[in-house]
């Protein structure tokens, strides 16, 4: 039986415009992302909320997807909703909107039988929330967080009581520059090791992503696409190929986390190719392995 991994996280509406077409009305959020990239690899299990807006072929695609949904709160009002623009540089954005709706009252409800879930993904909420999660939870083999800017500098003992908890903790460049104060890669992952997580994920955008373990690095580029359509939700694809194949294992160690960061690459570059979850929809075992295969090539001498 496949081990199971619960993310908890925003399950949104994106309208998002880039140099290569538009989207209204996109499913979009941390959650939905994950989830669908993980489904790849194992059985998910969602806790989020959404408004009465949101459409039952959604709900449909994820459990057709292997995605449990019953976590999944349906609420008086609407769905969060995001607009952005991207420029001709599609690494550059301009938010628009950020209509936080339903999301704004979100507090994690887990079931029953989801308290005993194996592997846990924190995506990007309130750190409190965060906290809350974990204490609803019975001892999880693995857990993985989340985080942004905005926390780290409004609710900084939250998030660093958060961080202390978790085995694996995901960041970018400048978020681990305003976390540890530090410039120097090395330097900044030294301090975050010393809060807690003993795995460090730095993620670089197209410049690829560095996994952290006991000062031992592993490097992954991004996996290299002809047409970047929409980068939305990239990252939360990579921490679902990640967890997913983590999880499908069942082994947590510095070898199969080098090979979960290779899947979260390939799963990050799939959903770029496409607006919204499309590029994940009617993915198949087949391309993903073509792609972990290519990708190994590029890095084995």
């Given at each position: 039986?496949?081990?199971?991994?619960?993310?908890?996280?925003?399950?949104?509406?994106?309208?998002?415009?880039?140099?290569?077409?538009?989207?209204?009305?996109?499913?979009?959020?941390?959650?939905?992302f994950?989830?669908?990239?993980?489904?790849?690899?194992?059985?998910?299990?969602?806790?989020?909320?959404?408004?009465?807006?949101?459409?039952?072929?959604?709900?449909?695609?994820?459990?057709?997807?292997?995605?449990?949904?019953h976590?999944?709160?349906?609420?008086?009002?609407k769905?969060?909703?995001?607009?952005g623009?991207?420029?001709?540089?599609?690494?550059?954005?301009?938010?628009?909107?950020?209509?936080?709706?339903?999301?704004?009252?979100?507090?994690?409800?887990?079931?029953?039988d989801?308290?005993?879930?194996?592997?846990?993904?924190?995506?990007n909420?309130?750190?409190?929330?965060?906290?809350?999660?974990?204490?609803?939870?019975?001892?999880?083999?693995?857990?993985?967080?989340?985080?942004?800017?905005?926390?780290?500098?409004?609710?900084?003992?939250?998030?660093?009581?958060?961080?202390?908890?978790?085995?694996?903790?995901?960041?970018?460049?400048?978020?681990?520059?305003?976390?540890?104060?530090?410039?120097n890669?090395?330097?900044?992952?030294?301090?975050?090791?010393?809060?807690?997580?003993?795995?460090?994920?730095?993620?670089?955008?197209?410049?690829?992503a560095?996994?952290?373990?006991?000062?031992?690095?592993?490097f992954?580029?991004?996996?290299?696409?002809?047409?970047?359509?929409?980068?939305?939700?990239?990252?939360?694809?990579?921490a679902?190929?990640?967890?997913?194949?983590?999880?499908?294992?069942?082994?947590?160690?510095?070898?199969?986390?080098?090979?979960a960061?290779?899947?979260?690459?390939?799963?990050?570059?799939?959903?770029?190719?496409?607006?919204?979850?499309?590029?994940?929809?009617?993915?198949?075992?087949?391309?993903?392995?073509?792609?972990?295969?290519?990708?190994?090539?590029?890095?084995?001498?």
């Amino acid at each position: 039986m496949k081990n199971f991994v619960l993310v908890i996280g925003s399950v949104a509406f994106d309208d998002v415009k880039t140099p290569f077409g538009e989207r209204r009305n996109a499913l979009g959020g941390s959650a939905v992302f994950f989830s669908m990239a993980a489904s790849h690899f194992t059985n998910v299990r969602i806790v989020g909320v959404a408004g009465k807006d949101y459409p039952e072929d959604a709900i449909k695609m994820l459990c057709d997807h292997n995605v449990d949904t019953h976590g999944l709160e349906i609420a008086e009002g609407k769905t969060f909703r995001w607009g952005g623009v991207y420029h001709e540089d599609i690494n550059i954005r301009d938010t628009l909107y950020t209509h936080l709706n339903v999301f704004a009252d979100f507090k994690p409800i887990i079931p029953p039988d989801y308290q005993q879930s194996p592997f846990l993904f924190l995506g990007n909420i309130q750190p409190s929330l965060q906290l809350d999660v974990l204490n609803q939870l019975q001892k999880p083999r693995f857990t993985a967080l989340d985080t942004m800017n905005l926390w780290i500098e409004s609710t900084p003992d939250d998030l660093s009581k958060v961080i202390e908890k978790v085995d694996l903790l995901l960041i970018n460049d400048s978020e681990l520059n305003l976390l540890t104060g530090e410039l120097n890669l090395l330097k900044g992952l030294d301090k975050v090791h010393e809060m807690g997580p003993k795995y460090v994920i730095i993620k670089k955008g197209e410049h690829g992503a560095y996994l952290s373990y006991q000062r031992s690095l592993f490097f992954v580029p991004a996996y290299p696409v002809y047409q970047p359509t929409d980068p939305t939700g990239a990252g939360d694809g990579f921490a679902g190929g990640f967890m997913g194949y983590l999880a499908a294992c069942g082994n947590v160690s510095f070898r199969t986390m080098k090979k979960a960061l290779i899947y979260g690459s390939i799963m990050g570059s799939f959903v770029v190719e496409d607006f919204s979850v499309d590029g994940l929809i009617d993915l198949t075992k087949n391309q993903i392995e073509s792609r972990y295969k290519t990708l190994r090539q590029m890095v084995t001498l």
